[in-house]
């Protein structure tokens, strides 16, 4: 068996037909299709403390009114449906990427979430959810001495 190493350097392929590279470069390359391919779902940070659960999601650009977040059984489910105006400017744009309008985001809660204590805050253009746990599931830390 023969290993053959190839190199690191991209092979220039151009010189068999420069047309088709050509195209697939650009085809690949073109932020339209790209954009299209890249999900518009806001990216979420999710952190434990010893009394609560904290859900943070960055989402610019919206009011506090375009959120909808439920609570069923042991799921919660934060969406976003916003309609968006058409407004006739006198701007035309050249790109246009900044558009979340409907997402929904949905996540399993675990057994220790007390359903009452849930809140949420829109600040700076993240949301902030923060789920309290119940009285039994908050542990007492303590120093435990060595005999």
Do not use: C
């Not at 779902?41 to 977040?69: C, M, Y």
């Not at 949420?120 to 120093?143: H, N, P, S, T, W």
């Amino acid at each position: 068996m023969a290993l053959i190493k190839f190199p690191t350097k991209t092979v220039n392929t151009d010189g068999v037909n420069p047309f088709v590279n050509s195209v697939f470069d650009n085809l690949f390359n073109d932020s339209f299709i790209s954009d299209r391919l890249v999900t518009r779902i806001p990216a979420v940070n999710i952190t434990e403390t010893t009394e609560a659960f904290a859900i943070e999601l960055a989402a610019p650009g919206l009011q506090k009114s375009d959120f909808k977040i439920n609570v069923d059984k042991n799921i919660i489910s934060i969406s976003v449906d916003k309609v968006e105006e058409s407004v006739s400017d006198d701007k035309l744009y050249s790109k246009k990427e900044y558009s979340y309008s409907s997402f929904s985001r949905s996540f399993t809660l675990p057994e220790t979430v007390n359903y009452s204590d849930i809140d949420a805050v829109y600040v700076d253009g993240v949301l902030q959810v923060k789920i309290g746990k119940k009285e039994e599931a908050i542990v007492a830390k303590r120093l435990i001495e060595v005999k």
